[in-house]
T-cell receptor
Framework: GENVEQHPSTLSVQEGDSAVIKCTYS??????FPWYKQELGKRPQLIID?????GEKKDQRIAVTLNKTAKHFSLHITETQPEDSAVYFC?????????????FGKGTHLIIQP | EPEVTQTPSHQVTQMGQEVILRCVPI?????FYWYRQILGQKVEFLVS????????KSEIFDDQFSVERPDGSNFTLKIRSTKLEDSAMYFC?????????????FGPGTRLLVL
């Protein structure tokens, strides 16, 4: 089955700086890659996703890049703010008509230092 | 904005007891999921459900687990004989299928503690 590796496990950046979180996946048939943000004790919330037919997607301060050849995708957050502090999970699935569940990475605890 | 809801928010049970976790997916959604998250760990897929049957299940989802859509709105996860290692946060999720690659929306979770 699919295996998703996520790095780093903890990332501390100064407010205003950029943060980058990286994930790799193992199943070349995976074609949908969402990123979820989870605040302490709360539900995972989708912040951005990317399909395998594009290489990059941006939404304000958040961007995701996908390299299908390397089976690698990354989350980029620019101009970080205190409210960006949370655990971020990458995930992969073989979406496209089926009901495939998401395989998650182990999460990155992002800490924004004031 | 409609959201997935789950009840109860917390459940404490004795080992060996049966528990039923309840979810109300978003009303026009067709695919339903259960995930679990052991404290401090990643979210793990348990099962997906479509058209009143299981579509996919992980190796975690053994014979102790079952899912049901008893009516037009609820989606339940039953654990027949709970074990200590079943203690976790259980998330329900749902999505539509207009086309491929629809977002899964998560509920707030039920924290299950098995003593």
């Amino acid at each position: 089955g699919e295996n998703v590796e996520q790095h780093p496990s903890t990332l501390s950046v100064q407010e205003g700086d950029s943060a980058v979180i990286k994930c790799t996946y193992s199943d070349s048939a995976s074609n949908y890659f969402p990123w979820y943000k989870q605040e302490l004790g709360k539900r995972p919330q989708l912040i951005i996703d990317i399909r395998s037919n594009v290489g990059e997607k941006k939404d304000q301060r958040i961007a995701v890049t996908l390299n299908k050849t390397a089976k690698h995708f990354s989350l980029h957050i620019t101009e970080t703010q205190p409210e960006d502090s949370a655990v971020y999970f990458c995930a992969a699935s073989k979406s496209g008509g089926g009901a495939d569940g998401l395989t998650f990475g182990k999460g990155t605890h992002l800490i924004i230092q004031p | 904005e409609p959201e997935v809801t789950q009840t109860p928010s917390h459940q404490v049970t004795q080992m060996g007891q049966e528990v039923i976790l309840r979810c109300v997916p978003i009303s026009n959604h067709l695919y339903f999921y259960w995930y679990r998250q052991i404290l401090g760990q990643k979210v793990e897929f348990l099962v997906s459900f479509y058209n009143n049957e299981i579509s996919e299940k992980s190796e975690i989802f053994d014979d102790q687990f079952s899912v049901e859509r008893p009516d037009g709105s609820n989606f339940t996860l039953k654990i027949r004989s709970t074990k200590l290692e079943d203690s976790a946060m259980y998330f329900c999720a749902s999505r539509r299928q207009v086309g491929a690659w629809e977002t899964q929306y998560f509920g707030p979770g039920t924290r299950l503690l098995v003593l």
